[in-house]
């Protein structure tokens, strides 16, 4: 039995919520979100609140039950309150740039890399080291913060690199001189 499935969404002040077909649309402060869900679940709206229900007991259908009912609370939190992703960069002459839509990072390459914002993405810098990514989808705010930490993984020896704000870095210790 999912639990998160079976979880009555509470609609913030401000947000709309349409179900027609198989896809559910969210209308806020914040902007639009569109989802098309599969047919083995069934989403309603009852007064302020979407409920979620499987048309049957199958597995797929179990497990399409709680996915839907978590992407469609994270549709709801995105067009009211909006995610936001903190990266920070550690090393020596390691900087980031914002330019219009544009990320440039220095990162020990020999040349800077320019990584592209995506479109529903915005990126502010907070200083040379630090920048968050901001949007209403949730998945394009992870995805695109994962794109810019991929270009220098943080290693684990001198904690160089680029890393979510927050993140730990397990350190190791270095070679043993010889004696």
């Not at 649309?25 to 499987?54: A, H, I, Q």
């Not at 914002?117 to 949007?135: F, R, S």
């Not at 989808?137 to 995805?143: A, E, I, L, T």
Request: aromatic letters at 6%; a positive charge.
């Amino acid at each position: 039995m999912s639990r998160i499935g079976n979880r009555r969404l509470h609609i913030p002040a401000g947000v709309t919520v349409e179900v027609s077909d198989n896809t559910v649309t969210v209308n806020g402060p914040k902007g639009k979100l569109d989802y098309t869900f599969d047919s083995l679940v069934d989403v309603k709206v009852e007064g302020e609140e979407v409920v979620c229900t499987r048309k049957n007991e199958t597995k797929q259908a179990k497990s399409l039950h709680g996915t839907t009912n978590s992407l469609i609370n994270g549709m709801l939190i995105g067009v009211s309150d909006g995610f936001e992703k903190g990266l920070e960069i550690n090393g020596v002459g390691y900087r980031f740039n914002v330019s219009g839509n544009k990320v440039n990072i220095s990162a020990g390459f020999s040349h800077p890399v320019a990584v592209e914002v995506p479109e529903g993405l915005k990126v502010e810098q907070v200083n040379n080291t630090e920048i968050t990514v901001k949007g209403i989808d949730k998945q394009k705010v992870n995805n695109f913060a994962a794109e810019i930490r991929a270009w220098r993984k943080p290693e684990p020896y001198k904690g160089k690199g680029i890393r979510y704000k927050g993140e730990h870095i397990r350190r190791k210790e270095g070679k043993k001189a010889a004696k």
